[in-house]
C-alpha cells in the first residue's frame, strides 16, 4: 500500500473504536498499515511521541519499579515481570541484566517511540513502545498496579518529542534474513574447523559474519556431530519435559532490536489451538507452533566442555525461539538438560532423502 492510498489518521481511530477487543498487529493488518502507523494516528488522543533514545530510557527506566517487559517476533511473544535492573548502554548494543528482566538491546533499529494510555478513568493502562524503520514492535514496557507512575511522566518527558503530529511514519523495509538457499555451497571445512575451535559460544556470531552464512544455513550445513535435526514436535515435547522435571531453563525471544531471555524453570503449559502458551507468575511465552519449519538441537564447543540448544526456525530462515540449559558462566552444561537434548526424537528422514 501506498502512502497516498493508506487510511487517514482518523478513519484508523475509527476503526479502532469500532474494534475496541481487537489486538493492534490483527488491526493494523487488516487496515493495511504498520502497528507503528496504527499507534502513529492516536497522537493526541491518548498517545505521546517520544524519542527512542535507548540510553536515556535505560538511565530512567529502573525508577519505574515493577513493570512488564515484552517482546516478539511474528511467532513468539516474550512478556517478563520484573524491575529493569542494571541496565548497561552501549553504542551498538546495550544490555538490561536483571533477576527478572534480561535483555540484549540493538539501539540502531530503535527509530520509533510512543507513550501510550488506554482506558478512562481509574482503569488506565499505560506503556512505552517502540518499533523499528519497518514500523514492527521491538519492545515494549507495560506499568503495573505496583509501577511508580510519577517516574513514568518523568520518563516520558525526558523523551518527549517535539513532534506531536499524527501524521503516520514511513514504513521502510523489513528487516528479513537471508532466505535459506538449497544451493549453498559454503566452505565446509572451514565453517567445521571454526566450529569446533570455539570456546565461547559467543564467537559464533563471529564465524556466521566471516563466513557470510545465516545461523540457519550454519547449522544444517555444519554435520550431526554439531547440529541434527528433530521431529516437528519438539518443541512442545520439550516444553513438557522441562516443565514435568523442573529443569531451569533459558528461553529466548528477539528480533532485530531486541532478545529477551527467561532464566528459570516454567510450570503452567497451557496449548490453545495452533499456539502453545507458558502463563507463569512472572513468565508469560504465546509462541504459534504452526510457524515453525524446522527444529535443530545444537551442540557448541567452549572452554567448559559443550553447550547444546534447541533452536526453532520459521520458512524464512529466521529463529523463532531458542532455549539452552540454565548454567552459570565458567560451569559445565546440566547433565538432565543435556539428557534431554540428546532424548528428543530427531527427524524420520525419508528414504529418498
Known sequence: MTAASLPSPAAIRQARADNPKMRERDLASQLGVTECQLVAAHCGFGVRRIRADVEKLLAGVTALGEVMALTRNESAVHEKIGVYEKPVSGKHASMVLGSEIDLRIFPKHWVHGFAVEKGEGDDIRRSLQFFDAAGDAVHKIHMRENSNLEAYEDLVAILFSPDQSDELPTAGPRLVQAANDPGLRADLEDLRARWSGMTDVH?????????????????ELVGPDFAWRLAD??????????????????CFVGNGGCIQIHSGPITEIKPMGPWINVMDPTFHLHLRTDHITDVWAVRKPNRDGHVSSIEAYGADGSMIIQFFGKRQEGTNERAEWRSIVEGLPRLERSSAA
Open 203 to 219: 564467537q559464533f556470531v563471529g564465524i556466521l559474519r566471516d563466513l557470510e552464512l545465516t545461523r540457519r544455513q550454519a547449522v
Open 233 to 250: 514436535d519438539a518443541i512442545p515435547s520439550l516444553m513438557r519435559i522441562v516443565a514435568n522435571e523442573q529443569v531451569p531453563i533459558m
